[in-house]
């Protein structure tokens, strides 16, 4: 079982936001804005993008997915306020 | 000279947001929305984000900042379309 830290960030038209956040919400935790992020396996990760897919509408809408193949490369750090902190207590 | 691979997020209050891009504009390259992204030094990365600091309010706006020390350990791949590319040519 490959194991990846993946970030989704998604640029897509306003009326496909809720569907796009409800999909993401499935399979990471939401960071910011339109950025979800966490580990995932690869094949899990492949079932969201798929889904996705048939979500967005590829010819004006934007999704870009950074997968990082160890965690112990990343360095993540937050200034300002955490929001999704919070929002685990909303 | 410590050169790391750098994707920043932000969701700061809308009347902030065209000098935070300015700033990032200065040091990396528009993704889409509100992230940006590329190779970095650390010693540019740390003036950077001073300067961001001076920029944003902590108490409400929140930046993310992904810094992954090996450009060959991320993965990146976008579907729809390539903003960045197109926004090259704008």
Redesign the interface.
């Known amino acids: 079982m490959v194991i990846v830290y993946v970030?989704i960030?998604?640029?897509?038209s306003e009326k496909r936001v809720a569907k796009v956040n409800k999909k993401l919400k499935e399979y990471l935790i939401w960071?910011?804005?339109?950025?979800f992020e966490g580990e995932i396996t690869r094949t899990l990760l492949k079932k969201c993008?798929f889904e996705?897919?048939n979500i967005?509408?590829?010819?004006?809408?934007?999704?870009?997915?950074?997968?990082?193949?160890?965690p112990n490369?990343?360095?993540?750090?937050?200034?300002?306020?955490?929001?999704s902190f919070n929002d685990m207590f909303i």
Request: no cysteine; net charge negative; charged share 25%.
């Open positions: 970030i960030t998604y640029d897509v960071t910011q804005n339109s950025v993008l996705l897919e967005v509408d590829e010819s004006v809408d934007s999704v870009s997915v950074y997968e990082i193949k160890n490369h990343l360095n993540k750090y937050i200034f300002g306020v955490d929001k």
